[in-house]
């Protein structure tokens, strides 16, 4: 069966209140910044998602994303492929945890002017979030000669890290 795509935005206050679930696909074309940090997306994404208010009563929204990426290793220079799977849980109820003082494991998200989340912008955070520092091969698979490499470190130093990007992302969460 075909996949459908997930929608970009969703009111999760409602979603959440019809239990609502989402089992679908973005596509690679929508995730801008991801494109823009790894060579290719070599898939669909895959997202189930799902909506409800928990016990202390917060809106909540889980699930999780997958997709393959090229990327280029930093130690050898060579495409290969990463995949990146993860899992998420957010509330939109910030304020009320706050105020309650309650105690949650909730990433936290807004909603916009019109209720709603954008879907598509936290898989894709989540995504480039799940990317390492510096992507690289298993060691067994790379092709740079172990006789480069002095205590597992390589001795080289490698030229500029397109992945800077992230490190000021991950600070950010
Ligand atoms: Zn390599």
Redesign the pocket.
């Known amino acids: 069966m075909q996949k459908v795509k997930i929608p970009q935005t969703v009111d999760p206050t409602r979603s959440a209140a019809k239990r609502l679930d989402y089992d679908g696909i973005l596509v690679p074309n929508s995730l801008e910044r991801l494109t823009g940090l790894v060579e290719e997306i070599l898939s669909d994404v895959d997202v189930y998602l799902s909506f409800y208010v928990d016990l202390q009563g917060l809106t909540v929204f889980e699930g999780n994303a997958g997709t393959a990426v090229k990327c280029i290793?930093q130690?050898?220079g060579?495409p290969?492929t990463l995949d990146l799977n993860v899992d998420f849980k957010y509330t939109i109820d910030q304020k009320k945890i706050e105020n309650l003082g309650l105690t949650v494991d909730y990433d936290f998200t807004d909603v916009n002017e019109f209720g709603e989340v954008d879907i598509y912008s936290i898989i894709e955070d989540e995504l480039i979030l799940a990317i390492p520092y510096a992507p690289?091969?298993p060691i067994d698979e790379?092709?740079?000669d172990k006789a480069d490499w002095v205590n597992g470190e390589i001795v080289e130093e490698k030229k500029s890290n397109p992945f800077t990007v992230l490190n000021q992302l991950k600070s950010r969460k």
């Open positions: 290793c130690r050898c060579e290969f690289m091969h790379c092709l740079v």
